[in-house]
């Protein structure tokens, strides 16, 4: 059954509850039709007792046994069904009527008692017993035939019901096959195409939506990765090409091992620059296969931030900078990767930051549970209309252009990248000369953005 289809299925379905809604139905007007039977039948026996009683009581004791007998005799006149029998006291039969119950396949019988004195019977008996049957063959073959037509008429309607109903199932599920059709049309050449949903129910409007939804998302990640691989190649060839060029300079003449030794001193930073590139480049991909942060309890981030501060200390100075540590907290978190986030995020405010202001490294935490994690520096106003990309890949600031043999791009994409191993985000804040750029973090680590 599992295996089935939804349309058979669902056309099965409709026609077991036809067939018990059918089956409900027909036993209760049979139950009723029976009850209903049944009571006209008491009813009947109440009528004629009634009516044999009054009879009865109207004789006198002066009447002859063979005036009741008659009397007897014209009550059974017209009633066909009925059948009457008188017994005295010891057994003996002092009336029957014209037919004997044993000859009849069903009957009904009411037993009651009667005064004898009416009869006229010999001996003063005081009273005596009487048998009224009722003849009921013809509601028995009245609901024999009621049972059949019931019968043939569930049968017949289960049918009925159950070839409209797979009928109704395939018009109902026609627009899911339309949709099946759309979806196989789908491919990565046309990554502008979406779900047409003009013509499906309301009831499959949120699921076109969301499928629309995600084939945005798929979309944007599909045009990020070719970004991402253009900017790759593009990043990668520059050292490629200085490495072939210099190692071909080098292979021209003879050299003595001074000059050869500048040679490879140079291509060793441009390997070294491209391991570091790469480097990143696998730490993004793990992030973005969801590989989590390991988490390991943190007293003090200040004390964190400060170590990072202490590493960067040689590289401020010479950039005439200052910094300090603003705001404490604790928790669970990952200390390798808020260090390498924290890091970059220096590193980005030193090539922005104006020489003699100080750089600071605030640690805020909010009122939804958030901890903010930023790097605030002073200098040139930036525009703000470029925040957003801040944190894409290869994406460099102008002001920042001057240090590209040293800055590929990927700094702040490894803050988001921590920032959401976290459960949080990355942020970026600039207004007149003060930019703000950091990430946030959630302390509950069992509760993930």
Avoid at 27 to 49: F, G, H, I
Avoid at 80 to 91: E, Q, T, V
Wanted: with cysteine.
């Amino acid at each position: 059954m599992s295996a089935a289809g939804l349309g058979q299925r669902l056309s099965w379905w409709l026609a077991w509850q036809a067939l018990l809604g059918l089956s409900l139905v027909c036993a209760s007007v049979y139950l009723v039709t029976a009850l209903t039977l049944a009571q006209r039948q008491e009813e009947m026996l109440d009528q004629k007792q009634a009516v044999l009683q009054h009879l009865l009581a109207e004789g006198r004791a002066s009447h002859a046994a063979a005036g009741i007998r008659h009397q007897l005799d014209d009550f059974h006149a017209g009633h066909s069904d009925l059948r009457l029998r008188l017994l005295a006291p010891d057994g003996r039969v002092l009336y029957l009527g014209s037919r004997e119950a044993s000859s009849l396949p069903r009957w009904k019988s009411r037993v009651f008692e009667i005064g004898s004195p009416e009869l006229g019977l010999p001996g003063g008996a005081d009273w005596a017993r009487a048998e009224l049957s009722l003849d009921v063959r013809a509601d028995d073959v009245l609901l024999n035939r009621l049972a059949k037509t019931l019968v043939a008429a569930a049968l017949a309607g289960t049918l009925l019901i159950a070839l409209g109903g797979f009928r109704l199932v395939r018009l109902g599920l026609r627009p899911l096959h339309l949709l099946v059709e759309q979806t196989r049309a789908l491919d990565a050449r046309q990554m502008a195409a979406r779900l047409d949903g003009s013509a499906q129910p309301a009831e499959l409007q949120p699921l076109i939506a969301q499928f629309n939804d995600l084939l945005d998302r798929l979309a944007c990640s599909y045009r990020q990765m070719e970004g991402f691989n253009a900017d790759v190649a593009h990043e990668l060839n520059t050292p490629l090409a200085n490495l072939i060029s210099s190692c071909e300079l080098a292979l021209r003449r003879r050299r003595d091992a001074e000059e050869l030794r500048e040679v490879l001193g140079s291509n060793l930073e441009e390997l070294r620059r491209m391991a570091g590139m790469v480097g990143d480049m696998l730490f993004l991909a793990h992030a973005d296969r969801g590989h989590g942060a390991r988490r390991q309890a943190l007293p003090s981030l200040a004390r964190l931030a400060r170590e990072v501060i202490e590493f960067h200390e040689a590289a401020l100075e010479e950039a005439g900078l200052s910094a300090e540590v603003l705001g404490e907290a604790g928790g669970l978190f990952d200390g390798g990767l808020l260090r390498r986030a924290l890091s970059n995020l220096l590193g980005n405010a030193r090539r922005f930051a104006r020489p003699g202001s100080t750089v600071q490294v605030c640690i805020q935490l909010d009122a939804q549970g958030l901890l903010r994690l930023s790097v605030v520096n002073q200098g040139a106003s930036l525009d703000p209309a470029d925040l957003p990309r801040w944190f894409d890949r290869f994406y460099r600031a102008d002001s920042a252009r001057g240090q590209g043999e040293r800055n590929h791009g990927l700094g702040l994409s490894i803050v988001a990248a921590v920032a959401r191993l976290h459960g949080g985000e990355g942020f970026a804040q600039t207004a007149q000369g003060r930019t703000e750029v950091g990430f946030s973090l959630r302390t509950d680590p069992a509760v993930q953005a």
